[in-house]
């Protein structure tokens, strides 16, 4: 599946090719994910995140809905949604458009140095 990955560690947005649990952990860098489906400026995605990244040490923002809240913290892998079987998909090129245009680089709160953060996030 090709995917977007938002790695907060290295601030770096880049496209991965990304197959199944132990794929996911190991690029997110936990023990247990969550695959939420959110919606981004108008079109919904699915994206795999840390399950527990709000237990950690000073979790990082890396998702923030249209009035600035945060909506998720830590590394995320942004796909397609998920099929009738329940697989991700991958996205198309006009997907990966799209989801760049709404990552932008930004401080929080909680890290005033700026980073890649994406933006315009809702449930």
């Given amino acids: 599946m090709i995917a977007l990955f938002l790695d907060m560690e ?3 947005v880049r496209i991965v090719t ?3 649990l132990q794929n ?3 690029l997110i860098g936990c023990d247990c994910i969550e695959i939420v ?3 981004i400026r108008g079109k919904r995605y699915d994206i795999i995140c840390d399950d527990e990244g709000l237990l950690k040490a000073e979790p990082q923002v890396s998702a923030v809905n249209g009035r600035g809240e945060a909506m998720l913290v830590g590394n ?3 796909c397609g949604e998920a099929d009738a ?3 991700e998909t991958s996205l198309a090129e006009e997907d990966i458009i799209h989801i760049r245009q709404s990552i932008l680089i930004l401080p929080t709160i909680n890290n005033p140095s700026f980073h890649h953060i994406l933006c ?3 449930y």
């Fill in 76 to 78: 995320l892998i942004i």
């Fill in 37 to 39: 489906n959110r919606e």
């Fill in 120 to 122: 315009f996030t809702e």
């Fill in 18 to 20: 990304v197959n199944g």
């Fill in 24 to 26: 996911y952990c190991r």
């Fill in 10 to 12: 290295n601030d770096e």
């Fill in 85 to 87: 079987d329940g697989n």
